[in-house]
T-cell receptor, first 112, second 116 residues
Framework: GESVGLHLPTLSVQEGDNSIINCAYS??????FIWYKQESGKGPQFIID?????DKRQGQRVTVLLNKTVKHLSLQIAATQPGDSAVYFC???????????FGAGTTVTVRA | GAGVSQSPSNKVTEKGKDVELRCDPI?????LYWYRQSLGQGLEFLIY????????KSGLPSDRFSAERTGGSVSTLTIQRTQQEDSAVYLC??????????????FGPGTRLLVL
């Protein structure tokens, strides 16, 4: 399943399929990007980050892709599991700054 | 401590009343943030504390909002004369240092504020 930017804030995906969550960031000066996961009733939890000198970074079952030309960030989740159901936020900032700007979030629902 | 804690977890108040929200950051973390999350929205930066430096209050939406951090640890966010539009989840985060690229922000579970 795939979401498109901020215009499709929900994503329903079959368990076991790959998920792609998209984010269009706003500030061309941002050089540091983070994906957070927020489960119901909890605070956001760090998933993975990427600096602007990279275009891809992989973690455990997650991959973040950065396209600076079109100011686009995506999070790919491999073999989506029920525990992946949550709201996913992208955030941008300056690597030498302390402030983050958050997107509106995408709600991911995993179907059994 | 095990993580960032916030209290109360839920708060219901009447319009016009004052409320205080508390944040206990992770021990040793010098940076502390407050964010507001309205229903279905992303996180809105409110205020930032770093050590003994003057806080960055640029995100506070009005002069009804204030925050302090005593002894470089516990922080309190105060909303005076609450309005219905103040209803939101208020999240606190702390990090070991200041630079985003070096220090992950760890979030508390939030305080859910409902103003009737």
């Amino acid at each position: 399943g795939e979401s498109v930017g901020l215009h499709l804030p929900t994503l329903s995906v079959q368990e076991g399929d790959n998920s792609i969550i998209n984010c269009a960031y706003s500030n061309s000066a941002s050089d540091y990007f983070i994906w957070y996961k927020q489960e119901s009733g909890k605070g956001p939890q760090f998933i993975i980050d990427i600096r602007s000198n990279m275009d891809k970074r992989q973690g455990q079952r997650v991959t973040v892709l950065l396209n600076k030309t079109v100011k686009h960030l995506s999070l790919q989740i491999a073999a989506t599991q029920p525990g992946d159901s949550a709201v996913y936020f992208c955030a941008e900032g300056g690597s030498n700054d302390y402030k983050l700007s958050f997107g509106a979030g995408t709600t991911v629902t995993v179907r059994a | 401590g095990a993580g960032v804690s916030q209290s109360p977890s839920n708060k219901v108040t009447e319009k016009g009343k004052d409320v205080e929200l508390r944040c206990d950051p992770i021990s040793g973390h010098t940076a502390l943030y407050w964010y507001r999350q309205s229903l279905g929205q992303g996180l809105e930066f409110l205020i930032y504390f770093q050590g003994n430096s003057a806080p960055d209050k640029s995100g506070l939406p009005s002069d009804r909002f204030s925050a302090e951090r005593t002894g470089g640890s516990v922080s309190t966010l105060t909303i005076q004369r609450t309005q219905q539009e103040d209803s939101a989840v208020y999240l606190c985060a702390s990090s070991l240092g200041a630079l985003l690229v070096e220090e992950t922000q760890y979030f508390g579970p939030g305080t859910r504020l409902l103003v009737l």
